[in-house]
């Protein structure tokens, strides 16, 4: 089992940065994969970004370039690095990790992740 809790959220002007940070628990944490989601109102939930247990990242079209995703195994930790904000970057963010360990991949549809946090509302203003 994993227990995920977002923090960071808030309010911020377009061109800004914010960081949402993830703390996890669990012994497994290390060996899965963890992603952001984000959701806006009216708006199907989409992946952001996604970091493997090996460190590699990928990070959805809209966002590459302008936020960057980390871990640290030793405490358990997920940064989402926002920069260059925008009012579309308005959103419910969430913290997720994948059903699987070891998996070969970085999941993009929530569907592969089975653990969630509370989300965290960060709102840009143009």
């Known amino acids: 089992q994993v227990q995920l809790v977002e923090s960071g959220g808030g309010l911020m002007q377009a061109g800004g940065s914010l960081t949402l940070s993830c703390a996890a628990s669990?012994?497994?944490?290390?060996?899965?994969?963890m992603g952001w989601f984000r959701q806006a109102p009216g708006k199907e939930r989409e992946f952001v970004a996604g970091i493997h247990w090996s460190g590699n990242t990928y990070y959805a079209d809209s966002v590459k370039g302008r936020f960057t995703i980390s871990r640290d195994n030793a405490k358990r930790l997920v940064d989402l690095q926002m920069n260059s904000l925008k009012a579309e970057d308005t959103a419910v963010y969430y913290c997720?990790?994948?059903?699987?360990?070891?998996?070969?991949?970085?999941?993009?549809?929530?569907?592969?992740?089975?653990?969630w946090g509370q989300g965290t509302q960060v709102t840009v203003s143009s």
């Open positions: 669990g012994r497994t944490f290390s060996s899965r994969a």
């Open positions: 997720a990790a994948d059903r699987s360990t070891y998996r070969g991949r970085i999941g993009v549809r929530s569907d592969e992740y089975d653990y």
